[in-house]
């Protein structure tokens, strides 16, 4: 045992003169346990430095911290420099993180991150592609919602009545033109079907032209239509009666001017506007001989051609009732907060919504409220329609209603929140003569609720209709897909001159039945999960894969990752038999990343096991994320050791039983203990190096 050697001056006796003599008094005093201990672990080098004697030089030591603890460059960002030379952010280079709500990257953040860590000689692993976790979900469910179709709140200058019942008698058309009594969008509603045989060889050769329509010359017209084809194909309009009879029109809302229009699976709305008319009618006709062997549907309940400037036929007494102007409504109660949405968080991921966040529920519903102050009173003895969309973070309900004053009402009723967009409609009598505010109370919901597009008008003046389209499982998938498609390449793309190494499908095996994927369906899933392969199927990894390796580069090492494969062997296999399932489908990986979540009573030897497995795969082995759990919030000197042991014995495994050549690399996924009672960490909050360095570091010393 080491001794400190202390010197203790004795003066001041009571008695002795001041030129008495008098020598140091020797004695010795034994460092405490704990110091010693601790000065031993300070004396392990950086953990980097044990990379030299491993064999393998593109070994690689890797960490998993916040992606601000990086780019603030404090003590974390040199923690990392000193002993990793990769690194994976917990957030920020994931789906999650990266696509807007609009569709579109944002990777400010990732090049700033790749730009310091190439500085530094780090190597950064982002997020997995796919995964369940970390997902911009509300985007992508949005892109799954309902087609939302409001008619316009005009006349229609096209008579479609006799059309809707199946008379075609006042329209013209060429060969393969129908009508469908149940083709159109929403349920049991008609449709023009027009079917394009294998010769057609002309635009005209698939043609539907309308009867003559009146227009006031000078005026503008809008033209609207919902067209779907059973294959990718295209169409146009052309005209009679205008003095460009086939002119180059944006067919879409934001689209650029082109000849034609594309079609696919899925309803489309073509909506353009056109004004130079050579007198006071014409006539349109939809072509769409473009492609053989194609089948198209036309709805007819909502083809339309209307006025822009023409008298409404919908008095909506909520100004903004979609909230593009982002002005909130005003409220109150229970510390309540409320506001308008950023852009594209409207229903369909469309404009943008009011919500209102209850902290909890409340002793009376009216105890939070939200306020719309109409310009006059309702009418007395009317009726009024109420239509909105809602959905919640969470289930619960609200209660609209008209109020005076005096906070006698009409209400609409109670109406259920769920965690999807559901479009509501409800009515009310109004029973006095002074009803002159919109109420919404909150009380009875904890958390957050969205609504949209709330239109209020008396019954006589609530003309128009919604029509609510559910996409099919066909068009379901071929959104997701498009999806995958368009993140990865548009990710991989744009970082492949920095990022070399990919996860790139994460936790794909089911959990307690290791013979399916993972999958979310009957499942409550929380805020960014999305399950991809629910909608694609079992394929969606090959896809994957495929995808990452065409908009990367050749050399580029692509991982599948997995939890849990020491608590349940049988998962083990199974993610050998889909990786092989994968390579055989278009796909290709190249190695295999686990996620060993560990605590102080894991069987290290089921984790030797892992190992062994996997390596008969022939791929490239990387513990992708190591943590060992002590799970207690003062560990007693045993755990702490015991921890340190078993870090010591993952890594002696991983060197003995992974060959060389397959031996990728390690990371730490919980390196620095937090404030919960994991402490996982190699280091405390305090950043002291703990017992579980130095186990880890002899792990690595052969």
């Given at each position: 045992?080491?001794?400190?050697?202390?010197?203790?001056?004795?003066?001041?006796?009571?008695?002795?003169t001041?030129?008495a003599?008098?020598?140091?008094?020797d004695?010795?005093?034994?460092?405490?346990?704990s110091?010693?201990?601790?000065?031993?672990?300070?004396?392990?080098?950086?953990?980097?430095?044990y990379?030299?004697?491993?064999?393998?030089?593109?070994?690689?030591?890797?960490?998993?911290?916040?992606?601000?603890?990086y780019?603030?460059?404090?003590?974390?960002?040199?923690?990392?420099?000193?002993?990793?030379?990769?690194?994976?952010?917990?957030?920020g280079?994931?789906?999650?993180?990266?696509?807007?709500?609009?569709?579109?990257?944002?990777?400010l953040?990732?090049?700033?991150?790749l730009?310091?860590?190439?500085?530094?000689?780090?190597?950064i692993?982002?997020?997995?592609?796919?995964w369940?976790?970390?997902?911009?979900?509300?985007?992508l469910?949005?892109?799954?919602?309902?087609?939302i179709?409001?008619?316009?709140?005009f006349?229609?200058?096209l008579?479609?009545?006799?059309?809707?019942?199946?008379?075609l008698?006042?329209?013209?058309?060429?060969?393969?033109?129908?009508y469908?009594s149940?083709?159109?969008?929403?349920?049991?509603?008609?449709?023009?079907?027009?079917i394009?045989?294998?010769?057609?060889?002309?635009?005209?050769?698939?043609?539907?032209s309308?009867p003559?329509?009146q227009?006031i010359?000078?005026k503008?017209?809008?033209?609207?239509?919902?067209?779907?084809?059973d294959q990718?194909?295209?169409g146009?309009?052309?005209?009679?009666g205008?003095?460009?009879?086939?002119?180059?029109?944006?067919?879409?809302?934001?689209?650029?001017?082109?000849?034609?229009f594309?079609?696919?699976?899925?309803?489309?709305?073509?909506?353009?506007?056109?004004?130079?008319?050579?007198?006071?009618?014409?006539?349109?006709?939809?072509?769409?001989?473009y492609?053989?062997?194609?089948?198209?549907?036309?709805?007819?309940?909502?083809?339309?051609?209307?006025?822009?400037?023409?008298?409404?036929?919908?008095?909506?007494?909520?100004?903004?009732?979609?909230?593009?102007?982002?002005?909130?409504?005003?409220?109150?109660?229970?510390?309540?907060?409320?506001?308008?949405?950023?852009?594209?968080?409207?229903?369909?991921?469309?404009?943008?919504?009011?919500?209102v966040?209850?902290?909890s529920?409340t002793?009376?519903?009216?105890?939070?409220q939200?306020?719309?102050?109409?310009?006059?009173?309702?009418?007395?003895?009317?009726?009024?329609?109420?239509?909105?969309?809602?959905?919640?973070?969470?289930?619960?309900?609200?209660?609209?209603?008209?109020?005076?004053?005096?906070?006698?009402?009409n209400?609409f009723?109670?109406?259920?929140?769920?965690t999807d967009?559901?479009?509501v409609t409800?009515?009310?009598t109004?029973t006095?003569?002074?009803?002159?505010?919109?109420?919404?109370?909150?009380?009875?919901?904890?958390g957050t609720?969205y609504?949209?597009?709330?239109?209020?008008?008396?019954e006589?003046?609530?003309?128009?209709?919604?029509?609510?389209?559910?996409?099919?499982?066909?068009?379901?998938?071929?959104?997701?897909?498009d999806?995958m498609?368009?993140?990865i390449?548009g990710?991989?793309?744009?970082t492949?001159?920095?990022?070399?190494v990919?996860e790139?499908?994460?936790?794909?095996?089911?959990?307690?039945?290791?013979?399916?994927?993972?999958?979310?369906?009957?499942?409550?899933?929380?805020?960014?999960?999305?399950?991809?392969?629910?909608y694609?199927?079992?394929?969606?990894?090959?896809?994957?894969?495929?995808?990452?390796?065409?908009?990367?580069?050749?050399?580029?090492?692509?991982f599948?990752?997995?939890?849990?494969?020491?608590?349940?062997?049988?998962?083990?296999?199974?993610?050998?038999d889909?990786?092989s399932?994968?390579?055989?489908?278009?796909?290709?990986?190249?190695?295999?990343?686990?996620?060993?979540?560990?605590?102080?009573?894991?069987?290290?030897d089921?984790?030797a096991?892992?190992?062994?497995?996997?390596?008969?795969?022939?791929?490239?082995?990387?513990?992708?994320a190591?943590?060992?759990?002590?799970?207690?919030?003062?560990?007693?000197?045993?755990m702490?050791?015991?921890q340190?042991?078993?870090?010591?014995?993952?890594?002696?495994?991983?060197?003995?039983?992974?060959?060389?050549?397959?031996?990728?690399?390690?990371?730490?996924?919980?390196?620095?203990?937090?404030?919960?009672?994991?402490?996982?960490?190699?280091?405390?909050s305090?950043?002291?190096?703990?017992?579980a360095?130095a186990?880890?570091?002899?792990?690595?010393?052969?």
């Amino acid at each position: 045992m080491k001794r400190i050697i202390n010197s203790i001056l004795l003066s001041g006796f009571m008695g002795m003169t001041a030129c008495a003599d008098f020598e140091a008094l020797d004695f010795q005093v034994e460092k405490p346990l704990s110091i010693e201990n601790q000065e031993e672990i300070n004396k392990y080098p950086d953990l980097v430095s044990y990379l030299d004697g491993i064999g393998n030089p593109e070994f690689r030591l890797g960490v998993s911290l916040p992606i601000s603890d990086y780019l603030s460059r404090g003590v974390r960002y040199r923690l990392v420099n000193r002993n990793y030379n990769e690194f994976t952010p917990a957030s920020g280079i994931d789906h999650r993180s990266i696509v807007q709500n609009n569709g579109s990257l944002n990777l400010l953040q990732v090049t700033s991150l790749l730009e310091e860590a190439g500085e530094k000689n780090i190597r950064i692993v982002p997020s997995p592609l796919i995964w369940h976790r970390n997902q911009n979900a509300g985007y992508l469910n949005g892109l799954l919602s309902p087609l939302i179709v409001n008619s316009p709140a005009f006349i229609n200058e096209l008579n479609i009545s006799s059309l809707a019942s199946g008379n075609l008698a006042e329209w013209s058309s060429t060969a393969g033109v129908s009508y469908e009594s149940s083709g159109g969008m929403g349920t049991n509603t008609p449709a023009i079907k027009m079917i394009a045989g294998g010769s057609v060889s002309s635009p005209d050769d698939l043609r539907f032209s309308s009867p003559t329509i009146q227009v006031i010359p000078g005026k503008t017209y809008e033209v609207i239509a919902y067209i779907k084809s059973d294959q990718d194909s295209e169409g146009r309009f052309t005209f009679e009666g205008m003095n460009n009879n086939q002119p180059i029109l944006s067919w879409t809302a934001g689209s650029a001017p082109s000849e034609t229009f594309s079609t696919g699976i899925s309803w489309k709305e073509i909506r353009f506007r056109v004004s130079d008319f050579e007198g006071d009618s014409f006539k349109f006709n939809l072509e769409l001989g473009y492609t053989p062997n194609t089948t198209f549907f036309v709805d007819i309940n909502n083809l339309y051609v209307y006025d822009i400037d023409g008298d409404p036929i919908v008095t909506n007494l909520i100004a903004d009732g979609n909230f593009d102007s982002g002005i909130a409504w005003g409220g109150w109660g229970n510390n309540s907060t409320r506001g308008v949405t950023e852009e594209g968080m409207g229903v369909g991921n469309s404009g943008r919504a009011f919500f209102v966040t209850n902290p909890s529920v409340t002793g009376g519903f009216w105890e939070v409220q939200t306020l719309y102050q109409l310009s006059e009173p309702v009418k007395n003895g009317e009726t009024y329609k109420l239509s909105f969309w809602i959905k919640g973070d969470a289930e619960g309900s609200i209660r609209p209603e008209l109020q005076s004053p005096n906070f006698s009402s009409n209400g609409f009723g109670q109406v259920f929140v769920t965690t999807d967009w559901r479009f509501v409609t409800l009515t009310t009598t109004v029973t006095a003569d002074d009803r002159n505010r919109f109420i919404v109370s909150y009380g009875e919901f904890a958390g957050t609720v969205y609504i949209d597009q709330v239109v209020l008008a008396s019954e006589s003046m609530s003309g128009g209709s919604t029509t609510i389209v559910e996409k099919t499982v066909t068009e379901k998938a071929a959104v997701v897909e498009d999806q995958m498609e368009r993140w990865i390449r548009g990710f991989v793309s744009e970082t492949k001159d920095h990022i070399k190494v990919r996860e790139v499908i994460s936790e794909p095996i089911h959990e307690t039945n290791p013979s399916l994927i993972r999958t979310g369906v009957g499942a409550n899933q929380g805020e960014g999960e999305f399950y991809w392969q629910d909608y694609i199927g079992k394929d969606y990894a090959a896809k994957a894969f495929k995808l990452a390796r065409e908009n990367g580069n050749a050399d580029d090492i692509l991982f599948i990752s997995e939890s849990g494969l020491e608590t349940n062997l049988a998962k083990c296999e199974a993610l050998k038999d889909y990786i092989s399932y994968i390579d055989q489908n278009g796909g290709k990986v190249d190695g295999v990343s686990v996620r060993m979540i560990l605590t102080l009573n894991s069987s290290t030897d089921n984790v030797a096991e892992v190992f062994r497995i996997l390596a008969t795969t022939g791929k490239m082995i990387r513990i992708g994320a190591l943590e060992v759990r002590i799970n207690a919030a003062q560990p007693t000197t045993v755990m702490l050791e015991r921890q340190a042991d078993i870090y010591k014995q993952v890594v002696e495994h991983y060197l003995n039983i992974v060959p060389t050549n397959l031996q990728y690399g390690i990371t730490l996924s919980a390196p620095i203990d937090g404030t919960d009672q994991a402490r996982a960490g190699l280091w405390n909050s305090n950043l002291v190096r703990k017992n579980a360095y130095a186990g880890f570091a002899d792990g690595l010393d052969k």
